[in-house]
């Protein structure tokens, strides 16, 4: 089957779906072409230095075909004139379009593509980083609402009219939807939705025994402590001074914990939380680390023994890649990814502290077995698995 991607931003060093449907795809034997634009996005800190030239490069490993195309861009929303006729040349069986709101998309969402080609739009709106605690952060908030009402839910709307299948990531995107579709445009969305949970590729994420112990050795890690990491673009909102905090409060009881912390950016802020863990009673409990690739961050997470998020992040589905643990908030965005006390835990707001410090009890008295539940996690959450069930939705339709 001959695949076309559609993505604003192709950006391999971060991953993401639009990286990682294009490899599962491949490595199931479909033709793969990534239709995107020659910018990158702001992703903040040294991850900014990202750039990319125009034109049609090849994937190394897996083979496809990634067309760049020269494009006008303004942060995230970029467009090519280009687009409509790339994609017409490709001929393809199957349109696979991420980031209808970034607009880059829009060339494709009418009815004479329509008709010549099944289109599948995805979909993994979240409003949690939307906070309103000080003047900056409503005036912003009020900015982005803007947005959604004058650029995003128009191209949704088109979306919903012209794609025959609409997956949704997480059901908060969903209750999106919901909330400004209308009359028939809400019956149609509700024939075509279907939910897919984003996930990792199983050829970056996967559990290996040797790579813990090699891993934790390497830290100066010992066989009774436990290791607690997140793995994240450090900033402000990601609210990590509180698991620091916690992990101090753990010492204080006598637990033996450490605590991995992945994705620091180079800017002010890394300073700032630096600071803030040296003044900690044992700083030394803290291994800081930068934005690193797959591949290490893959081993740092075999070497731990428990994932902590507060925000959402595609990082949660790549630890858990490796059979780890996590602990996450009950809410929309995420709860459907673990089952309560087998792959993790939930906790509420006012739950936190309880939670973790049972985890580490709870792990230290019994070991984890990780590639059982690596295993477990990628019946669900494997790109591959992910891939098949997309394709499988389009040929019903």
């Known amino acids: 089957m001959r695949l076309g991607i559609i993505t604003a931003h192709y950006m391999p060093e971060v991953g993401y779906q639009e990286v990682h449907l294009p490899r599962a795809y491949a490595r199931s034997g479909h033709t793969v072409k990534v239709f995107t634009c020659d910018a990158s996005v702001n992703l ?15 994937d190394e490993k897996y083979g496809y075909e990634i067309l760049r195309l020269p494009s006008i861009s303004y942060k995230s929303k970029a467009y090519s004139f280009k687009l409509k006729k790339e994609v017409l040349e490709f001929k393809p069986d199957v349109l696979i379009i991420l980031g209808v709101a970034k607009i880059f998309p829009l060339p494709l969402l009418n009815a004479t593509f329509s008709d010549k080609v099944k289109m599948i739009s995805i979909y993994g709106d979240a409003k949690e980083y939307l906070e309103r605690n000080t003047f900056k952060q409503k005036f912003k908030t009020s900015f982005h609402e ?6 995003k839910e128009p191209l949704y709307r088109k979306a919903v009219n012209y794609c025959h299948r609409l997956v949704m990531n997480i059901p908060e995107t969903n209750d999106f939807f919901l909330g400004f579709l209308k009359g028939n445009d809400k019956k149609v969305f ?4 279907m939910m897919l949970t984003l996930g990792f590729d199983p050829d970056e994420y996967f559990f290996n025994e040797t790579d813990r112990n090699n891993k934790r050795s390497e830290l100066g890690i010992a066989d009774d402590e436990v290791v607690l990491i997140t793995s994240t673009r450090v900033n402000k909102r990601k609210n990590l001074e509180s698991n620091i905090a916690l992990v101090s409060q753990l010492h204080a009881e006598g637990k033996k914990v450490k605590y991995i912390i992945v994705g620091f950016l180079g800017d002010a802020y890394e300073q700032e939380l630096k600071i803030f863990i040296q003044s900690q009673p044992k700083p030394e409990a803290f291994i800081c680390f930068p934005f690193l ?25 790549e630890a858990m890649g490796t059979g780890l643990p996590v602990i996450l908030e009950n809410k929309t965005s995420v709860n459907h990814l673990i089952k309560n006390n087998v792959n993790g835990w939930f906790f509420e707001k006012d739950t936190f502290e309880s ?17 059982k539940l690596a295993d477990e996690n990628a019946d669900i959450l494997s790109y591959d698995t992910i891939a098949n069930k997309i394709i499988e939705s389009i040929i019903k339709v």
């Open 190 to 193: 509700e024939q075509k939705r």
């Open 355 to 371: 939670i973790i410090k049972n985890v580490v009890i709870v792990l230290q008295e019994k070991k984890t077995d990780r590639k």
């Open 293 to 317: 690739s797959a591949k290490e961050i893959r081993k740092l997470y075999c070497a731990a023994d428990i994932g902590i998020w507060l925000k959402v992040a595609i990082s949660i589905q």
């Open 44 to 58: 903040g800190g040294e991850m900014n230095k990202l750039s990319y030239k125009s034109g049609l490069f090849q």
């Open 146 to 151: 803007l947005g959604y009402r004058f650029i």
